[in-house]
């Protein structure tokens, strides 16, 4: 559809604010869902894509994922202690080190096939039980999460963006099927894999060691009890809602915008994907015709890119919300690792891949 000058500047402007208002104002920090969604009602209304169609889609693409995190927040609840010891087990048997590192590789090679929703709900409950301050979770959390938005994407049971993809290509010439982005991307995911291992394996045990007091075991307690459970559900239900309303709100801007640009520019335009689900822009930007070159510069930036902010991707949403990681905070430990993930891959992409 055509935009006004005044729809254009609108939606420009939502953008910038998306991207800088929950790091820079506490309060927008604090309650991220309804500014997300509040947003995704103004992105709509100006570009007039409201529908019964969209109002349905936006009520029903959060369900699955709700039930999931309600669901398993209710077995983590009754098998909390049991992954206690099986954690505490791995971390006294082959050393902290060697425990990071395999939590992010195994969620990152199998999150394609668990979905990411399932490996970043075992994430969310695993780090807790590591012997790593606020930061080092932080950090654990941001590696992991990269890992496995490089992981999900390789089959289109891990995540919307290998389904789009493979749907949209599964036609001549390029007849994908469930092999496709495995052998297309398959060296490149598991090199970001391993390297977000790494970096996981680099971080310090938290030295502090002290009993757990009363306020702490009622807390922890609270953590896992059916009402904190529901609210971090609903939280993520209004989350998704609200990712929904901007994508669809935002998607006649970037068709109008994405569609002149060259693969080159439209890698660095991808940095999007950290607000916008990755999804939305791939169906926009895949198109049957599409070189293979193209297809892998687009897919690496839209699926790096996810991982720097809180909203580009459903872990980061679900570990977000579990842990109460709040943006700035993300922001701190994904920028810069999002920022040298691109700049190598655009190199590497643009040496290796013709």
Known sequence: MELALWQTVLLSLLIVVVLFLPLTIHKVEENLEA?????????????????????????EDPIKITVAVFVAGLLFRYFNKQLQKLTQKAVSFIGLRATLFLIVFILGMTSSLITAIIAALI????????PLNREGRTRMVVFTCYSIGLGAVLTSIGEPLGTVVLSKLSGEPHNADFWFLIEHL??????????????????????????????????????HSVKSIAVRAGKIYLFVMALVFLGDGLKPLAEITIKKLSASCLYWINMLSAVLDNATLAAIEVTPDIHTRELT?????LI??????????????????????????WAKHALGIGGALLIA??????????
């Open 35 to 59: 500014f997300l969604f509040c947003c995704g009602l103004f992105a709509v209304t100006v570009s007039k894509t409201w529908s019964g169609h969209l109002v349905l889609t936006a009520l």
């Open 123 to 130: 994430l969310s409950e695993v780090v807790m039980m590591l």
């Open 186 to 223: 398959g060296w490149y995911i598991l090199g970001g894999v391993v390297v977000m291992s790494l970096l996981a394996s680099s971080i310090r045990a938290d030295t502090i060691k002290h009993a757990p007091g009363v306020k702490e075991e009622a807390s922890a307690a609270d953590e």
């Open 297 to 301: 510069f687009l897919l690496m930036s």
């Open 304 to 329: 790096i890119s996810g991982g720097m902010l809180i909203p580009g991707n459903i872990p980061n949403i679900i570990c977000a919300s579990k842990l109460g990681i709040k943006s700035k905070d």
């Open 345 to 354: 891959y655009f190199i590497i992409l643009s040496a290796l891949v013709k």
